[in-house]
């Protein structure tokens, strides 16, 4: 492995890097040395994972190096070695240092790295990629939830993840739990330091061993160089003082940090009804009930399920249902003038609400210290699911620990919670026969009308914040899409001393991107609000995504800005017959919205792609759906991605009126913040940035992306795309344009660059539900490993996508027309019959591939019924007959008519021939008019009559002229053609391509 000097550290990476890994890594420990922040985006492809681990990990083992030579020898210059030196000499140092006092604490100082993702799959992907590199002798540990590491049987089982919580913390305390017993036995267990273990791989080793792996992973995070874990358990403080997180002097790797703001705000947020405030009073009273009992029958106050006294007493529970009741009198004195928008005041006046309770700072500890017993009790001694498990308790608990998350009162932590948040009420709207937990909704205790309390955050800088205020060395903050940096900057409200966009690996020749303003028929491309319902631009939608069809080889994304539109579209185009002339061409699949729904429909399209049978699938998603924040489409599964319209949040939404509100405060304050507008707009652009990246994920791979909405021309908006693709943006003025351009590219792209092979293609395609590309994959180890924290289901007989059958998805098969001996030679009463007329387009007589098979001008919109079509003027008999050689349309295959079954497969041959002529004389029916269509039918005649080729060859030229783009109606017709000018034919074909290029 090559060793690079980059700021006076020696990396050892994999391979050569390319200059932009270069960068990127020297940005990594220009933020480490210095101990400064940082914002680097470097799009998908480029290997953005494995350069943040190897040079972070390189400054890390540097530093660690020196930190131990001054513990034993006094300071000393800094070393600079390469990584294969890192791991003896630290055993040398740590040898020298058990030579010293065994107090002596060679780990105090000593910096940590915390590398933060959005889901586990996204950090198993990362830990296979730290062990291809010479750092795999790191010490590493991965952080989850008891839902992923918990193997106790009854534990285990308990859907409910607070419940399971509390469960586990009962088990724990009374030592009744064998394998949390085993921990301390087997935590230096020689597999612990051997190997790197990922979720899956710690559940694994912790049933062989018997012990549990949740609390393993806590053991191993002490001695961990490297510590994994999704991002909310470092961005959530409630999640982060729980895990007992230490962010002093350590680092911590935000990757794929698109998603941080959000997660900033939404951690920091919370909502409380009145219904709750009721559950909690009626827990607390359930439980005053049972303390009661208990005290009557003479019985001493144990709690049954840890064996020991009760932690809270009956006047604890009397002060407790006292200060629910006042809090509950609290929001019902809040007065809502405009029931629809509700009321909004400032985040201080949660606060007020709360000391109504008599709830002030320094008491919530004792509060929350009660509650949590209460919770664990509820929780662990009710065997009925039907029972109070202390749910609402826990979400009042969770108000507080959010209120109060500030620690001591301060002026300043007062005043910055006045700035960033908001509080808004809404009336609660209790529906009949909801159920909560297996009971019955409550209604509140009250006799007014119920209320929502929301305590939104609106600025990411305030956890950000916090986070800085607790000593942390340096964060980074790394993704595909960051892009455009400076409000992103704006938003952290920390300092930011390193910025970096970097440019993307692939060349122009591999992307083809552009915006299309219109339709094949002329009609707008526009989503928003006042249009988006119109049935012309559905229609024309949909027509557009035909014609890409019969363009785009193998997968097609589509993208659409919400599941409302793209369910309203579905409905259309299903009416019209729209959809399964789509179908005829691609198979279309839907994403679902329920998880396990969404992994078989996942795995159906992967499929459908390995399909040599199939001219590939189209899957149509939403943006900021489960498909375009992780999944990998490299290579075949994604050949083109097309974006519908600007995924706008929605407008009338009190959360986002608010947020808006809250910028333009921001604004009047510091001049360089985002307007409420800007904010606005810039949510769509980055919900786009985020489906682009679905597509091109390594440095040969290629795809087009089409934006289909003419809003995407706006300069303001094309400047919050991604920076390296906006370069290649192109206008598109009209269909034909589009058409030619996608064409070229993928004629070109097939011809010129690398091309996955079926058997490695089947291979990448096993289902991650999030990325399954090694971002390194690229380099000498171009592979893609599955996440092994999924079972694949592969063989899935049957698929329901939301509400619908995947049978409206599947593939149509080409219409069988029925033909007669006494029908057989007249088209007129071939083509009148009662079937169906679909027509399919792979039925041309195309022996060349998707390439030559378009359709970019539709005719009026279909009507649901399907109308007859009369082709006059031409008999089946009076067209040239196909040669005795047949090419199938699904597969090439000759049918060869001197075989032992030769009448069998004449009459096969024949059949064939039929349906090819009728699909073509239908298709050239549809496309061309009266007048052409009359000269096509002598054109014929004639050729039937005198096998005038060259008159032929000018007719067709006059009739499938390039710029009326029905040159697949001129190819088409090499099938009627008399034998001795085939060549001739295939000839000019070859000239007219050559001239198209």
């Known amino acids: 492995m090559p060793d690079i000097n980059l700021n006076g550290i020696i990396v050892t990476f994999p391979f050569e890097p390319y200059d932009v890994q270069k960068r990127y890594m020297e940005k990594v420990i220009e933020c480490l040395q210095n101990a400064k922040h940082g914002v680097l985006e470097s799009p998908t492809g480029t290997g953005k994972t494995l350069c943040l681990l190897c040079s972070s990990l390189s400054w890390l083992l540097v530093k660690k190096a020196q930190l131990q030579s001054e513990a034993l020898m006094g300071p000393i210059e800094k070393p600079a070695f390469g990584g294969e030196f890192f791991e003896g000499l630290t055993k040398t140092l740590e040898k020298a240092a058990g030579k010293l006092d065994q107090s002596t604490n060679f780990s105090w100082g000593m910096p940590k790295i915390i590398y933060a993702s959005r889901t586990h799959s996204q950090l198993s992907q990362a830990m296979q990629e730290l062990k291809k590199t010479s750092y795999k002798h790191v010490k590493v540990a991965v952080i989850g939830s008891r839902d992923q590491l918990c193997i106790h049987p009854e534990v285990s089982k308990e859907t409910n993840s607070a419940t399971k919580i509390h469960m586990c913390q009962s088990k724990v305390k009374s030592r009744t739990c064998h394998y949390y017993n085993n921990v301390d036995a087997r935590k230096l267990d020689p597999i612990f330091g051997q190997e790197i273990l990922d979720i899956e791989d710690l559940v694994k080793t912790g049933q062989k061993l018997r012990c549990c792996p949740y609390f393993l992973s806590k053991e191993l995070k002490q001695s961990a160089d490297i510590t994994f874990m999704p991002y909310n358990y470092i961005l959530d403080p409630k999640t982060r003082k729980a895990q007992g997180l230490e962010l002093q002097n350590n680092i911590l790797l935000l990757d794929e940090a698109h998603n941080v703001e959000k997660t900033c705000e939404e951690s920091a947020s919370l909502q409380i009804s009145s219904t709750d405030i009721a559950i909690c009073i009626d827990e607390i009273t359930t439980v005053m009930k049972d303390v009661a009992d208990e005290a009557s029958s003479s019985e001493p106050a144990f709690d049954t399920a840890s064996g020991s006294q009760k932690d809270f007493t009956p006047e604890d529970l009397c002060i407790l249902k006292a200060m629910f009741l006042e809090f509950e009198k609290a929001i019902d004195s809040i007065e809502i003038k405009k029931k629809d928008e509700g009321e909004t005041f400032p985040g201080g006046y949660i606060f007020e609400l709360l000391e109504k309770a008599e709830l002030t700072q320094g008491k919530e500890t004792l509060v929350i210290d009660k509650l949590d017993k209460i919770v664990l009790y509820l929780s662990t001694t009710s065997t009925s699911p039907f029972s109070r498990k202390g749910n609402g308790l826990q979400k009042f608990n969770d108000l507080l620990r959010v209120v109060f998350s500030g620690g001591q009162a301060s002026p300043l932590y007062r005043d910055r919670v006045k700035r960033c948040y908001k509080v808004h009420v809404m009336p609660e709207e209790v529906k009949k026969g909801r159920k909560n937990d297996g009971w019955d909704a409550l209604k509140t205790t009250s006799k007014t009308e119920g209320k929502i309390i929301s305590y939104w955050c609106f600025s990411p800088g305030f956890g950000m914040q916090q986070i800085v205020e607790q000593g942390i060395r340096s964060i980074v903050l790394t993704s595909g899409t960051l892009s455009p940096l400076k409000p992103l900057i704006s938003e952290l409200a920390i300092p930011i001393g390193v910025q970096l966009e970097n440019p993307h690996i692939v060349t122009g020749r591999q992307v083809c991107v552009g915006v299309l303003s219109n339709g094949p028929d002329g009609h707008p491309l526009n989503s928003s609000f006042n249009t988006r319902n119109d049935p012309k631009y559905i229609a024309s939608l949909g027509r557009t995504i035909y014609n890409f069809s019969c363009l785009i080889p193998h997968g097609m994304l589509v993208f659409f800005p919400s599941y409302p539109i793209l369910k309203k579209c579905q409905e259309e185009w299903q009416n019209s017959g729209l959809w399964t002339k789509i179908c005829e061409r691609k198979p279309i699949y839907v994403e679902g919205q329920l998880k396990h729904v969404f992994i078989n429909t996942m795995n159906e399209y992967y499929e459908k792609i390995q399909d040599p049978s199939c001219k590939g699938a189209i899957f149509m998603a939403v943006c900021r759906g489960k498909v375009s924040e992780g999944l990998d489409f490299a290579d075949m599964n994604g050949r083109a991605v097309l974006v519908t319209g600007l995924p706008f949040p929605p407008l009338k939404d009190p959360r986002v009126i608010l947020k808006q509100k809250y910028l333009e405060e921001s604004r009047s304050r510091d001049k360089e913040s985002l307007t409420g507008q800007q904010w606005y707009q810039l949510e769509a652009s980055r919900a786009v940035n985020q489906a682009i990246g679905r597509v091109i994920r390594h440095k040969n791979d290629y795809g087009a992306i089409i934006l289909c909405d003419c809003r995407f021309e706006n300069p303001g908006f094309r400047k919050q795309l991604s920076a390296w693709l906006q370069p290649h943006i192109k206008k598109f003025t009209n269909f034909g344009m589009i058409t030619k351009d996608l064409r070229e590219f993928f004629r070109a792209a097939e011809r010129d660059l690398p091309q996955p092979n079926m058997k490695e293609a089947a291979t990448m395609s096993s289902l991650d539900f999030f990325p399954r590309t090694s971002d390194g994959a690229f380099g000498e180890t171009h ?76 005719v009026e919109q279909p009507i649901a019924k399907k109308r007859k079509i009369h082709v006059v003027g031409v008999k089946l008999d009076a067209l040239p007959q196909p040669s005795t050689s047949v090419e199938s349309p699904s597969a090439n295959i000759e049918v060869q008519t001197h075989t032992k079954n030769g009448t069998a497969l004449k009459k096969a041959a024949s059949s064939e021939k039929k349906e090819i002529g009728t699909v073509y004389l239908k298709e050239v029916k549809r496309s061309l008019t009266k007048e052409n269509y009359k000269i096509f039918s002598v054109m014929i005649q004639n050729y039937t009559k005198n096998a005038d080729y060259d008159q032929l060859l000018k007719t067709l030229e006059f009739l499938f002229p390039k710029t009326n783009n029905l040159r697949h109606l001129f190819k088409g017709f090499r099938s009627f053609l008399k034998k001795q000018h085939n060549s001739d034919f295939d000839s000019h074909i070859r000239l007219l391509e050559r001239l198209e290029l």
């Open 783 to 858: 592979s893609r490993i599955a996440n092994p924290g999924i079972k694949q289901e592969r063989s899935v007989p049957s698929v329901v996508i939301d509400d619908f059958s995947i049978d409206k998805y599947t593939e149509t098969k080409p219409t069988k027309w029925p033909i007669t001996e006494g029908n057989e030679k007249d088209i007129f009463k071939l083509l009148e019959t009662k079937s169906k007329p679909v027509i399919d387009f792979s039925n041309c007589k195309l022996k060349t591939d998707w390439t030559r098979c378009e359709l970019t001008k539709d």
